[in-house]
Nanobody, 113 residues
Framework: QVQLVESGGGVVQAGGSLRLSCAAS?????MAWYRQAPGNQRELVAS???????NYADSVKGRFTITRGDAKNTVYLQMNSLKPEDTAVYYC??????????WGQGTQVTVSS
């Protein structure tokens, strides 16, 4: 059973930074970060392919950076200039070489104003 384990969430003041990490127990072709705030639908924050090509939601462009680890089973999300509206549970997401999709358990990010 493939597992994705996130870490790095927490509480930070507006304008601060956090770095999220996600490690998968298997190789993933595509890895991404989603987030879900209370009362909102889960939304894509950023994604990256095996070759490292990133894609970002407009709301985080210029502030967040997604990167893959050398082993291709890890993904990171560097979040800078955080805003209160970035407060959400952040989920790691991966798609394996067999096109199976997996979710992490989520990590809370809270940005105080």
């Amino acid at each position: 059973q493939v597992q994705l384990v996130e870490s790095g969430g927490g509480v930070v003041q507006a304008g601060g930074s956090l770095r999220l990490s996600c490690a998968a127990s298997g190789t993933m072709n595509i890895m991404a970060w989603y987030r879900q705030a209370p009362g909102n639908q889960r939304e894509l924050v950023a994604s990256t392919t095996n070759s490292g090509i990133p894609n970002y939601a407009d709301s985080v462009k210029g502030r967040f950076t997604i990167t893959r680890g050398d082993a291709k089973n890890t993904v990171y999300l560097q979040m800078n200039s955080l805003k209160p509206e970035d407060t959400a549970v952040y989920y790691c997401y991966g798609i394996s070489s067999r096109s199976y999709a997996y979710w992490g358990q989520g990590t809370q990010v809270t940005v105080s104003s």
